[in-house]
């Protein structure tokens, strides 16, 4: 079965520094992962995604993310956080090119602080 | 990308009453979704909204109670029928366009609603 876990509900960071949200996944074929960001009173919105290709992908607002098949993770990352990074963070893999469906993770806040 | 729009916003709605919620594309589509975010929760995939034929709802779900209209490849609706404080939930339209080699989806901004 296809599954997404986020282990950290929360994450709490200074303004500055690095951050990285963690995401496992489990699907049965090739994984098409994905990260999504969902602001207070917001729709999700697309960050970046790996489908094939080099490990290391690059998204929108100077966020990454590498994909590790052996460890099978996709974790996001930044380099230094701002507090307007402040929000719920989704991971999603979806199974290969033929599915449509997508498998969110619980989600994880993260805290950027001043 | 694709601009998705949605309406209602929010609303308070009484037990037992029905809701119906509009998700408008402003570019053709091939995939639209329906899901469920209910607080502080992840999401939950309602069903898929084929156009021209009924749509597909996943496990846990079911027409009687989430009817789910597609008439062309910009709009779909979503209604939640004969409504408990269980159906509270923020309810979000996605959209694919599929052969585009992009296997991303983009979401509306979402109806949140609260069941009295």
Same mark, same amino acid.
């Given at each position: 079965? @296809?599954?997404?876990? @986020?282990?950290? /509900? @929360?994450?709490?960071?200074?303004?500055?520094?690095?951050?990285?949200?963690?995401?496992?996944?489990?699907?049965?074929?090739?994984?098409?992962?994905?990260?999504?960001? =969902?602001?207070?009173?917001?729709?999700? =919105?697309?960050?970046?995604?790996?489908?094939?290709?080099?490990?290391?992908?690059?998204?929108?607002?100077?966020?990454?993310? !590498?994909?590790? &098949? $052996? =460890?099978?993770?996709?974790?996001? &990352? &930044?380099? $230094?956080?701002?507090? $307007? /990074? $402040?929000?719920?963070?989704?991971?999603?893999?979806? /199974?290969? !090119?033929?599915?449509?469906?997508?498998?969110?993770?619980?989600?994880?806040?993260?805290?950027? &602080?001043? | 990308?694709?601009?998705?729009?949605?309406? #209602?916003? %929010?609303?308070?709605?009484?037990?037992?009453?029905?809701?119906?919620?509009?998700?408008?594309?402003?570019?053709?589509?091939?995939?639209?979704?329906? +899901?469920?975010?209910? #607080?502080?929760?992840?999401?939950?995939?309602?069903?898929?909204?084929?156009?021209?034929? *009924?749509?597909?709802? *996943?496990?846990?779900?079911?027409?009687?109670?989430?009817?789910?209209? %597609?008439?062309?490849?910009?709009?779909?609706?979503?209604?939640?029928?004969?409504?408990?404080? *269980?159906?509270?939930?923020?309810?979000?339209?996605?959209?694919?366009?599929?052969?585009?080699?992009? +296997?991303?989806? +983009?979401?509306? #901004?979402?109806?949140?609603?609260?069941?009295?």
């Amino acid at each position: 079965a @296809q599954s997404v876990a @986020q282990p950290e /509900d @929360q994450v709490n960071v200074a303004e500055g520094n690095p951050l990285t949200v963690k995401c496992t996944y489990s699907v049965s074929g090739n994984p098409y992962l994905f990260w999504y960001v =969902q602001y207070p009173n917001r729709g999700l =919105q697309f960050l970046l995604k790996y489908i094939t290709g080099d490990n290391l992908v690059k998204g929108s607002y100077g966020f990454e993310a !590498e994909f590790n &098949k $052996s =460890q099978t993770s996709f974790h996001l &990352k &930044k380099p $230094s956080a701002l507090v $307007s /990074d $402040s929000a719920l963070y989704f991971c999603a893999v979806r /199974d290969g !090119e033929g599915f449509n469906k997508f498998y969110f993770g619980s989600g994880t806040k993260l805290n950027v &602080k001043p | 990308s694709a601009v998705i729009s949605q309406k #209602p916003s %929010r609303d308070i709605c009484q037990r037992g009453t029905s809701l119906t919620i509009q998700c408008q594309v402003d570019s053709q589509v091939t995939m639209m979704f329906w +899901y469920r975010q209910q #607080p502080g929760q992840s999401l939950t995939l309602i069903a898929t909204a084929n156009q021209g034929s *009924e749509a597909t709802y *996943e496990s846990g779900f079911v027409i009687d109670k989430f009817p789910i209209s %597609r008439p062309n490849l910009t709009f779909s609706t979503l209604t939640v029928s004969n409504m408990s404080p *269980e159906d509270s939930s923020i309810y979000l339209c996605s959209v694919e366009v599929v052969g585009t080699g992009l +296997y991303e989806q +983009y979401f509306g #901004p979402g109806t949140r609603l609260t069941v009295t």
